[in-house]
């Protein structure tokens, strides 16, 4: 982060390619990085993590500024453009590294996250499987990972995935695009 206004949260919600192209849209937001938390060992690579074995979930470090973009609102797009009940999973991508994760890194935002998945627990009558934990071990992905979307529109799950997901967003928020 590097004005100090800003916060910090993590999610994950499926690959983070989807998660990334849609919060780098959002009016507040000034930093998003696609990385890997919570899992076990040092320097995961994208092969390792898509491997199964270490723990790891692909995830987004987002850096906003509260005065522009609530946390609440950037919840409540998370909630709307990944399906947080399906367990370790998100479409056709399957395994834990797509598992439905918050992942704080202040006591204010578990409260806040808490409560928001208390509400989605509700409208979606109890199966919502997002994770709440404070974010650990974390790691940026390779480079190649960045921006991925912005720089690879027309690849085929980019254009049948993650675009939706960014459609999606612009259509149901309109009040937080850029």
């Not at 990385?35 to 199964?52: D, F, I, L, W």
């Amino acid at each position: 982060m590097t004005a100090p206004n800003l916060e910090r949260i993590t999610l994950a919600g499926g690959c983070f390619w989807c998660l990334e192209a849609v919060y780098e849209r959002v009016k507040g937001v000034h930093h998003v990085e696609n990385g890997y938390s919570n899992g076990q060992g040092a320097k995961p690579t994208y092969e390792a993590v898509c491997g199964g074995n270490t723990g790891f979930a692909e995830v987004v470090r987002i850096d906003f500024d509260p005065a522009e973009v609530s946390l609440r609102e950037l919840f409540e797009v998370f909630f709307t453009i990944h399906d947080p009940t399906t367990l370790n999973r998100q479409g056709a991508d399957v395994g834990t590294q797509y598992r439905s994760g918050i992942y704080w890194h202040t006591e204010a935002q578990r409260q806040l996250a808490a409560e928001v998945i208390k509400e989605a627990n509700d409208h979606h009558v109890g199966r919502v499987v997002t994770e709440l934990l404070p974010e650990t071990n974390y790691h940026p992905a390779e480079a190649y990972h960045q921006h991925y979307y912005a720089r690879n529109p027309d690849q085929g799950y980019c254009a049948f995935v993650v675009a939706g997901k960014v459609e999606k967003f612009l259509a149901s928020f309109k009040r937080l695009v850029k």
